[in-house]
Nanobody
Framework: QVQLVESGGGLVQPGGSLRLSCVAS????????MKWYRQVPGKGREWVAF????????NYADSVKGRFTVSRDNRKKTLYLQMDSLKPEDTAVYYC?????WGQGTQVTVSS
């Protein structure tokens, strides 16, 4: 099973940027598609972004398209989510995922 650890969350003003990281261990990550999800209290987990094993294919939820960029560094076994032009509605706990594995999440709060 893959172990995932997210970091990089925090408090940012509307219009600001954050970069989330997710370090993977326990499995050859070069073989794995990876995803970002987010969740707000009282709601289900929402898919945010997808990246193929080699990183050449990405896809985004409509709510973040054009503002968020997913990338990966397989040598570092790390997944990234660059979040720009952040909005208050982006406030959530962000999780990385692959197969059945989830990280512990990192809180992102967008507020003035």
């Amino acid at each position: 099973q893959v172990q995932l650890v997210e970091s990089g969350g925090g408090l940012v003003q509307p219009g600001g940027s954050l970069r989330l990281s997710c370090v993977a261990s326990g499995y050859p990550v070069t073989l794995l598609t990876m995803k970002w999800y987010r969740q707000v209290p009282g709601k289900g987990r929402e898919w945010v972004a997808f990246i193929s094993p080699s990183g050449d294919v990405t896809n985004y939820a409509d709510s973040v398209k054009g503002r968020f960029t997913v990338s990966r560094d397989n040598r570092k076994k790390t997944l990234y989510l660059q979040m720009d032009s952040l909005k208050p509605e982006d406030t959530a706990v962000y999780y990385c995922n692959t197969q059945d594995s989830w990280g512990q999440g990192t809180q992102v709060t967008v507020s003035s």
